[in-house]
T-cell receptor, first 115, second 114 residues
Framework: ETGVTQSPTHLIKTRGQQVTLRCSSQ?????VSWYQQALGQGPQFIFQ???????GRGNFPPRFSGLQFPNYSSELNVNALELDDSALYLC??????????????FGEGSRLTVL | GENVEQHPSTLSVQEGDSAVIKCTYS??????FPWYKQELGKRPQLIID?????GEKKDQRIAVTLNKTAKHFSLHITETQPEDSAVYFC?????????????FGQGTRLTINP
C-alpha cells in the first residue's frame, strides 16, 4: 500500500506567477483534501474533492483552484501568486464515505516560496 | 465561522512528567476531534481521535477527553519521553458522509527535557 505522495517537494516562484502542485492519494482512497500551512500555524482547509467533484471549500479566493482525476490523484493550482501564499501545501486523502473513519492521511507537503 | 483555540502555544516538561494541551471549539455541530503530531519537516500524523458520543478515549500513554457542553477537549500524555517532542495540533470537524473540513488549532510545541 503506497501512501500519499506530493510533488514538487520545494519550489520558488515570483509574485504574479502561477503554480501547480500535484498529489497522488493513498491506494484505495477516493477523497482528497488540500490544506495550506503557513510557518508556525495550523493547517487551513482549502478544498476537498470526492469522485472528481469539489464538495467543500474553505475561505480561499477563486485564484485557488483544483482538479481531481479519474485515478483520484489531484492538482492544486494557484494563480497570480502573492507573497502571503508562501506556505507548506498539504494534500490528504481518505477512503470512500462508507469506510471513512475521519482520519486524514497526509503527504509530506510541497513547500512554496513566493518572492 | 468555525474556530479552534489551542493552549498553550509552547510547553516544556521534564521527561517522565505529564503534558496536557487544551482546545476549545466554536461550532456546536462538530462531532469529530482528532489530534495530530507533526515532527519538524514531516507530515502531520494522527495520534488519537474522539467522537462526540464519547467522553474519554485512551491509547497507552495518550488520552483525550471531551466536554461537549463546554466545547472543550484535551490531550493528555503521561510518562513523557524525548520522542514525544513535536508540534501537536488539535482539530474539529463535522464528519458527514462525503465531506469533511478539519479546522485546526494553532499548535503546541512540546519539548521534553531529559
Amino acid at each position: 500500500e503506497t501512501g500519499v505522495t506530493q510533488s514538487p517537494t520545494h519550489l520558488i516562484k515570483t509574485r504574479g506567477q502561477q503554480v501547480t502542485l500535484r498529489c497522488s492519494s493513498q491506494s484505495g482512497h477516493n477523497t482528497v483534501s488540500w490544506y495550506q500551512q503557513a510557518l508556525g500555524q495550523g493547517p487551513q482547509f482549502i478544498f476537498q474533492y470526492y469522485r472528481e467533484e469539489e464538495n467543500g471549500r474553505g475561505n480561499f479566493p477563486p485564484r485557488f483552484s483544483g482538479l481531481q482525476f479519474p485515478n483520484y490523484s489531484s492538482e492544486l493550482n494557484v494563480n497570480a501568486l502573492e507573497l502571503d501564499d508562501s506556505a507548506l501545501y498539504l494534500c490528504a486523502s481518505s477512503p470512500g464515505t462508507s469506510l471513512n473513519t475521519g482520519e486524514l492521511f497526509f503527504g509530506e507537503g510541497s513547500r512554496l516560496t513566493v518572492l | 465561522g468555525e474556530n479552534v483555540e489551542q493552549h498553550p502555544s509552547t510547553l516544556s516538561v521534564q521527561e517522565g512528567d505529564s503534558a496536557v494541551i487544551k482546545c476549545t471549539y466554536s461550532d456546536s455541530a462538530s462531532n469529530y476531534f482528532p489530534w495530530y503530531k507533526q515532527e519538524l519537516g514531516k507530515r502531520p500524523q494522527l495520534i488519537i481521535d474522539i467522537r462526540s458520543n464519547v467522553g474519554e478515549k485512551k491509547d497507552q500513554r495518550i488520552a483525550v477527553t471531551l466536554n461537549k457542553t463546554a466545547k472543550h477537549f484535551s490531550l493528555h500524555i503521561t510518562e513523557t519521553q524525548p520522542e514525544d517532542s513535536a508540534v501537536y495540533f488539535c482539530a474539529a470537524s463535522r464528519l458527514i458522509q462525503g465531506a469533511q473540513k478539519l479546522v485546526f488549532g494553532q499548535g503546541t510545541r512540546l519539548t521534553i527535557n531529559p
